[in-house]
């Protein structure tokens, strides 16, 4: 069945230094969304890429999507105490999404 | 609006014990989903549904029960729990699921089950 794979697990980083996240589908996606989660809270909602290739900004999150529409990556320049938190990638498939096993973020002041 | 509420917040249910965690959107929301989320496996997708009346299975169904009878409400129930079950669900909705830009998920603040 579907899988959606991300790593690292866990990513311990000294504030200002920069993270990456990675994500990689079983199969091709449709889209890929981006989530954050604080600890203790619920998932947000960060971005969705469509288009195969497609870069997308955010103040200091850069996202992108594979050529071939099965991975992902999060990339966070000079991390700041506030990026703390579990980032989920998700990927649809018809009518269900499939979350990938998330990155937890820690920024150590 | 209040957006996605689920309640209740905590339960603590003993082993056998049935319960119904409750979710409901105030935005209209065709798509309504359940996932549950375990330490290391990230969310799991339980049920989803795309319009009242219309239900699926998701990645682990098994021993969760839905339906939805309205637009707004979208139902979990657990008919005889098992320490298995042991976990934070979270429901989420969204405009439609097939779309894009229609489909981002907007979850509720969660709910933790202990089953003993």
């Known amino acids: 069945g579907q899988q959606v794979m991300q790593i690292p697990q866990y990513q311990h980083v000294q504030e200002g230094e920069d993270f990456t996240t990675y994500c990689n589908s079983s199969?091709?996606?449709?889209?890929i969304q981006w989530y954050k989660q604080r600890p203790g809270g619920h998932p947000v909602f960060l971005i969705q890429?469509?288009?195969?290739?497609e870069v997308k900004k955010q103040k200091r999150l850069t996202f992108q999507f594979g050529e071939a529409k099965k991975n992902s990556s999060l990339h966070i320049t000079a991390t700041q105490t506030t990026d703390v938190g579990t980032y989920f990638c998700?990927?649809?498939?018809?009518?269900?999404?499939?979350f990938g096993t998330g990155t937890s973020l820690t920024v150590i002041p | 609006n209040a957006g996605v509420t689920q309640t209740p917040k905590f339960q603590v249910l003993k082993t056998g014990q049935s319960m119904t965690l409750q979710c409901a959107q105030d935005?209209?929301?065709?798509?309504m989903s359940w996932y549950r989320q375990d330490p290391g496996m990230g969310l799991r997708l339980i049920h989803y549904?795309?319009?009242?009346?219309?239900?699926d299975q998701g990645e682990v169904p098994n021993g969760y029960n839905v339906s939805r009878s309205t637009t707004e409400d979208f139902p979990l129930r657990l008919l005889s729990a098992a320490p298995s079950q042991t976990s934070v669900y979270f429901c989420a909705s969204s405009l439609q699921a097939s779309v894009s830009g229609a489909n981002v998920l907007t979850f509720g603040a969660g709910s933790r089950l202990t089953v003993l």
């Open positions: 890429l469509v288009k195969s290739g």
């Open positions: 935005m209209n929301h065709e798509y």
């Open positions: 199969t091709t996606l449709s889209n």
């Open positions: 549904s795309v319009g009242a009346g219309i239900t």
């Open positions: 998700a990927g649809r498939t018809g009518n269900q999404f499939y």
